[in-house]
């Protein structure tokens, strides 16, 4: 094919423009929205127990009274009351009460405007204060919600403490509750915390007395995708009652360039009204590779000023065939997903904006383009991100495990998907309404009830289709109401809880001959960071093959029940990426599969796995709760993305163990068509990659180490392309009997943070590779360990990685002395 490089240059102009658009219309936005909306994250105080009423959160305190405690400490938002405490690996993490705290100016610039307390998320139950006054409450973790201060605030100026104690300042005090509450969802037994605290965005926002509430904007085409039609309907927030408006509206392109406008008077205000419907030919779609989006512009005119906003819509159309895969704007598309908890190291569920954006944009380059929200609805900064990186979207409800409650239980639950729906329902993104997960599990109740559970996941699956008609429902893991819903995924964890991973392609086809769409969600299995081994695939000769491979009660226990690989593997990076690789390569050739999604992208923490080998983490994800790579993300790229790629499996594995002489297997992870290998400057030959041959897609060599420092490197190549990747790395011989004895070594400081190693060895001082001894950090002095993070270089508590271990100590410029202590070697120490 010749190359046009006029056409080139075209469509290089074109993408710049368009930056250039994009990036103008993002400024304007910004400058309009920061008059009337402002992030509340500095100046507030905590408290991490309940008070004995509001009125201890604002009377006056004298310096050195009683008043005075308890003691409250200054944090910025987002906050979660449980940052460190939900990996803390001796005690459970907290469940109750907390308090936040700051002073408020108000000023707001419209006459008679309202002035109000937007909440993008915070659990689990939350009542807010204007002074003694109770303006607000909410019940549930996950949704948005707001509370009208405007009257609060004008009747608090009247009072004497507004100038005499509070200086002209607007004392705002809100409660926090995450007690355990067997009538709310989630149910405590789920597999994450139920986090507390003001962990998503809090804004004060100043608007007229007339605003937009909610703006639905519906856009779809039809299965062609060469029609397009816009529907529009509008919510007002109208205190005061007015009863005329005008509205304007416009529709943009990508490019910024108005296509069809819209003005109409409005008389009534009082319901959500018809505003605009519009049909064009030949809308720019929205797909995962090229993720258009057009911009809804409204401003809303009336005696009480005037309101502008702006939505983002995508035009395409979905498909899930029955007995068939998915298709995306008339073409099949693999859905190539994963799964999202709201976690992150050193701040649990409170993560910033630029967090969740560097997290979204770590999956779209592995290869993501469909993404499974678990399991509760998530910040709207997620939602953005997945429509504008093409990464399609399934969000649920956290009815998750425990079973069904009572009346409460059953009203919060229609709630929040409602509440889901709307705020969410303009995302092109979304394809996927999810009423529940684990819903067979029982627990919370005297009474499991399946026919009672199946009348309510009716009832949820009628809500969604009257409100939603264009998206489709699901639930995973609840075969008794697997025919309710459009879409099922049951549970296959082939390799893991139960069988063994080649069994993954018959447990798939045996499910999906059973449902009317199949669509597979969670599957993969434990790892922890830094632990290899030479034979991965060892315990699998224990398990039973050919048979279902669907989770059992009790299978992710580590005792007892049948031999599984998550009780008897030996939870390395080296099993999982084998694990991994086979069922990628199945999918390639399964043309009837709608797609699947990894569990999960990160490790997260959950109460419910105290003696895991990071304790109270979830290790299941691809990348640690910091963000590090583990090796398995390599493996998804080298399925996944075009972009050439090649990674050496064993970047994190310093000493690689066998025989004088003995062969052993180099992998390489990658996309491109050829790979060369190099030992010690040596060529080992050039192969062909072939994603059916397994492992590594036929990249693989046995390589004869030399006892000493190895280096390893590949050069790669994909067309004119070529990439390369180099390890190093010792070889060990000798051969070890069981730890006797350790050492703790200071191996590098940067700026005041040193890093400690901890090694196991034998009697005879040679070092145990395969040791997975408890390792116990302790620090006295002046430093601070760099603790409770919930990663293997980050955790006080952890599972030995091929005999060692690590973690940082902030030195605090002074001086410490540093402990490993683990069950029957002596002690060691070291002073910093």
């Not at 956290?398 to 009346?407: S, V």
């Not at 819903?439 to 009474?447: K, L, Q, R, Y």
């Not at 990628?584 to 419910?608: C, I």
Request: with cysteine; aromatic share 12%; charged share 25%.
């Amino acid at each position: 094919m010749l190359f046009n490089s006029e056409k080139f240059i075209n469509y290089k102009m074109y993408k710049y423009l368009k930056y250039l658009v994009i990036v103008a219309l993002l400024l304007c936005s910004n400058i309009t929205w920061a008059q009337k909306s402002v992030r509340l994250n500095q100046n507030w105080e905590f408290l991490k127990q309940d008070l004995g009423g509001i009125w201890e959160a604002v009377r006056p305190v004298g310096v050195g009274n009683p008043e005075s405690v308890p003691l409250w400490q200054k944090v910025n938002l987002p906050h979660c009351v449980n940052a460190t405490d939900a990996v803390d690996p001796d005690v459970n993490y907290y469940q109750g009460p907390a308090w936040y705290r700051t002073q408020l100016l108000v000023a707001n610039p419209y006459k008679n405007g309202r002035t109000i307390l937007h909440f993008e998320g915070a659990g689990q139950k939350t009542d807010m204060y204007i002074h003694t006054t109770k303006v607000a409450s909410h019940v549930g973790g996950y949704d948005e919600w707001t509370a009208d201060i405007t009257d609060a605030v004008a009747a608090f100026k009247k009072s004497e403490a507004y100038q005499k104690q509070f200086k002209g300042k607007i004392p705002v005090s809100i409660r926090t509750d995450n007690s355990r509450d067997l009538e709310m969802i989630p149910s405590d037994l789920s597999d994450f915390n139920v986090y507390g605290g003001i962990y998503r965005y809090l804004n004060l926002v100043y608007t007229p007395a007339l605003y937009v509430d909610k703006m639905f904007v519906k856009a779809e085409t039809d299965a062609q995708g060469k029609v397009a039609k816009l529907n529009v309907k509008g919510r007002f927030y109208n205190p005061t009652g007015l009863s005329d408006a005008t509205v304007q509206l416009k529709l943009l392109n990508p490019l910024g360039k108005v296509i069809a406008k819209q003005v109409k008077k409005l008389t009534s205000l009082d319901s959500d009204l018809d505003l605009w419907t519009f049909q064009f030919n030949k809308p720019q779609l929205w797909t995962v590779d090229n993720p258009l989006q057009y911009t809804l512009s409204y401003e809303i005119t009336s005696s009480a000023g005037t309101y502008q906003g702006e939505e983002k819509v995508g035009f395409r159309h979905i498909n899930f065939v029955e007995k068939g895969p998915f298709h995306l704007n008339g073409k099949r598309l693999l859905l190539r997903g994963t799964h999202r908890h709201e976690d992150h190291a050193g701040v649990a569920a409170a993560m910033t904006e630029d967090m969740i954006r560097t997290e979204m944009q770590m999956m779209k380059d592995m290869g993501v383009n469909f993404i499974r929200l678990g399991h509760y609805q998530q910040s709207k900064i997620v939602l953005n991100l997945c429509d504008s990186l093409g990464i399609l979207v399934w969000e649920e409800i956290p009815w998750c495990r425990g079973g069904l409650g009572g009346d409460v239980y059953k009203q919060q639950a229609r709630t929040m998907l409602k509440n889901m729906i709307e705020q969410h329902y303009n995302h092109p993104s979304i394809i996927i309404w999810g009423l529940g997960n684990e819903n067979d599990w029982p627990g919370d109740f005297p009474e499991f009830d399946k026919e009672k559970i199946r009348t309510f996941m009716k009832e949820l699956n009628n809500i969604s289709h009257e409100m939603d008609a264009s998206r489709y429902t699901a639930i995973r893991r609840c075969d008794f109401c697997a025919d309710i819903v459009d879409v099922y995924s049951p549970s296959i964890w082939a390799g893991w809880y139960r069988g063994v991973y080649t069994d993954y392609k018959k447990a798939s086809e045996d499910e999906f001959a059973k449902v009317k769409r199949f669509l597979h969600v969670e599957w993969g299995g434990d790892s922890h960071a830094g632990r290899h081994s030479e034979n991965p695939d060892k315990a699998l000769s224990k398990i039973k093959t050919g048979g279902k491979a669907d989770e059992r009660a009790g299978d992710a226990s580590l005792y007892g029940g049948g031999a599984r690989i998550s009780k008897d593997g030996d939870w390395s990076e080296s099993y999982i990426t084998n694990l991994i690789d086979w069922h990628l390569k199945e999918q390639e050739n399964m043309p009837w599969l709608s797609g699947t999604a990894y569990w999960p992208f990160k490790d997260f923490s959950t109460p419910v796995r105290p003696e895991n080998p990071v304790p109270y983490m979830n290790q299941k994800g691809v990348v640690e709760r910091d963000f590090t790579k583990k090796e398995s993300y390599y493996v998804f790229q080298s399925y996944w993305i075009q972009k050439p790629m090649a990674h050496i499996y064993g970047h994190s594995w310093p000493v690689r163990w066998g025989d004088e002489g003995e062969e052993k297997m180099v992998k390489v992870y990658s996309n491109c068509n050829e790979a060369e290998i190099f030992l010690n400057g040596k060529s080992f030959g050039i192969k062909k990659r072939n994603s059916q041959d397994f492992p590594a897609a036929g990249l693989r060599w046995n390589l004869p180490f030399i006892k000493g420092e190895n280096t390893v490197k590949v050069i790669a190549k994909k067309g004119n392309v070529t990439v390369t990747d180099e390890i190093k790395f010792n070889y060990q011989t000798e051969k070890w009997s069981k730890p006797a004895k350790m050492t703790l070594t200071k191996i590098s400081q940067q700026d005041d943070v040193a890093t400690l190693e901890v090694k196991l060895f034998d009697s005879n001082s040679v070092q145990c590779l395969d040791a997975m001894n408890w390792i116990n950090f302790g620090l006295t002095g002046d430093g601070k360990l760099l603790d409770n993070l919930g990663t293997s270089s980050g955790a006080r508590k952890v599972q030995a990685y091929n005999g060692r271990a690590t973690i940082k100590v902030k030195l605090n410029k002074g001086k410490s002395i540093a402990s490993v202590v683990s069950d029957g070697i002596p002690t060691v120490f070291q002073e910093l």
